[in-house]
């Protein structure tokens, strides 16, 4: 998984992510791999300070942001997440798919800021549409959610089993 960083999450995973935030956006994606209603591509770049992931008008209701980042560099999506959802006076979800290590500073920015981090059995099995292949993911997931209004006083880390 390490040289391609173009992974698409799975449907089945997305649904249910779906089902629970209903995601507006998705803010790391391409006309063919979007999950989403809209998305933010490469060249519109979801990392730029003057693009936002939950309004696209002043006038807009808040929106859910669903990212599933390149994984060689996590740190600037949850900075760029933390800056969209909790310090927003909007309110707001944003999801991030992410690995589940304990050593990265990202790994640490999470879960002082994230409102909860969900450890996710079983193992994500990403999709490679170019190549038609399933990933032999060999790495742990975990599905960290900023939300504001924050709903957990700190952040809560649990366990979660997606897929049965």
Request: aromatic share 10%; net charge negative.
């Amino acid at each position: 998984m390490a040289g391609n960083q173009n992974w698409e999450t799975p449907p089945e995973l997305f649904h249910l992510l779906n089902e629970e935030f209903h995601f507006k956006v998705d803010v790391a994606a391409s006309a063919t791999n979007t999950k989403a209603q809209h998305y933010i591509s490469i060249e519109e770049n979801a990392l730029n300070p003057e693009i936002s992931w939950t309004r696209t008008r002043a006038d807009d209701e808040p929106r859910a942001a669903f990212c599933n980042p390149p994984y060689l560099d996590v740190l600037p999506w949850v900075v760029k997440a933390k800056k969209e959802i909790v310090q927003s006076s909007h309110g707001g979800v944003a999801c991030i798919l992410g690995l589940t290590v304990s050593s990265p500073l990202w790994w640490l920015y999470c879960c002082e800021y994230a409102d909860e981090i969900r450890l996710m059995s079983p193992r994500v099995n990403f999709y490679d549409a170019d190549r038609g292949a399933k990933s032999a993911n060999n790495r742990d997931n975990s599905l960290i959610v900023f939300r504001n209004p924050r709903i957990n006083p700190t952040c809560l880390i649990k366990p979660w089993v997606w897929k049965g």
